[in-house]
């Protein structure tokens, strides 16, 4: 009688296959961990230029609003930035602006009629400026001149239309000296508003660094994130050219002397990230930077 003979895996078959098994699994995991380790970096990369890019847009576009206005006779200036650093920049930034339907004879209250032109309604800390025609007969001489607003009611008329009621405190004289009475203020003459902000960097409670601003006319103490993180040290740094497009020294020059502004900003990824798998991890960085010529500049 004849026996089939069935001849299995031999113990040493067994362990050579147990070992390419596990060499090609970790092969396998190394490659996997890497791709994620990688994938992971890409998304912390792209969140961190999408910020950077965010102030990089948000910022100039306030700036773009900054300037100064003049007389051609008598050669004053009044400018729109207030205090100049090459870590932060405080300046009046435009809200809004609307036209006049009405106004008292005493210059005490404006009507302005509805919509008003900008970003929001004008709000009782804002700041005020009306257009000061004075001598009708010559444009060298136009002003626009500070208004001490002291109540806004939003629910005005003027006639039938909606309109913004402004009451004002007293006018003072225009910085040229001339006294602003309703013989140079006209009805259908613009009223600009605006707010005094102050862009720079801070530390958040989360120990990261961000490009960060706050209404000085609101009254806020700290800063709010505008875009971010950004590098610790210099993320944003802001420097001023004058009208010969020298570089100014912002610790002595007067911000009446700025014809451009530009801003650098240096972001950086919220976390320790790769674009290699086998390279080490580290803080990624975006540069940007932005010049703005200030409004009213070509005619200076």
Not at 113 to 121: F, I, L, V
Not at 139 to 157: E, F, K, R, S
Not at 226 to 237: K, L, R
Not at 274 to 287: I, K, Q, V
């Amino acid at each position: 009688m004849t026996m089939n003979t069935r001849r299995g895996f031999t113990l040493v078959e067994l362990l050579i296959v147990m070992v390419m098994l596990a060499l090609i699994g970790a092969a396998l995991t190394k490659i996997l961990v890497n791709s994620m380790r990688v994938s992971a970096g890409q998304m912390v990369q792209a969140e961190m230029q999408a910020n950077v890019r965010t102030g990089g847009l948000v910022l100039p576009l306030e700036l773009r609003e900054v300037g100064f206005d003049s007389n051609i006779t008598t050669g004053e200036l009044t400018s729109d930035l207030e205090q100049i650093n090459a870590s932060y920049i405080q300046f009046r930034a435009g809200r809004g602006f609307g036209a006049t339907c009405d106004l008292a004879a005493d210059l005490k209250e404006f009507r302005i009629r509805k919509p008003a032109y900008g970003m929001r309604a004008p709000q009782i800390t804002d700041g005020f400026m009306v257009y000061v025609e004075n001598d009708p007969n010559q444009g060298a001489d136009d002003q626009w001149v500070p208004l001490v607003v002291t109540a806004i009611n939003p629910d005005g008329l003027c006639g039938t239309d909606p309109a913004y009621i402004l009451t004002t405190a007293t006018p003072t004289v225009s910085p040229l000296g001339v006294a602003v009475t309703a013989a140079n203020v006209f009805v259908g003459g613009p009223i600009r508003f605006y707010e005094v902000m102050r862009f720079g960097s801070f530390v958040d409670t989360d120990g990261l660094t961000y490009l960060g601003a706050r209404s000085i006319s609101a009254g806020e103490a700290s800063y709010k994130a505008v875009a971010g993180p950004i590098a610790a040290a210099n993320g944003v740094e802001f420097r001023y050219y004058d009208r010969n497009t020298t570089q100014l020294d912002a610790s002595i020059a007067a911000p009446i002397t700025v014809r451009s502004i530009e801003v650098l900003l240096t972001g950086s990824t919220r976390t320790t990230a790769t674009l290699a798998g086998t390279l080490p991890r580290g803080n990624r960085t975006m540069f940007t930077q932005t010049r703005v010529a200030l409004r009213n500049t070509l005619r200076h």
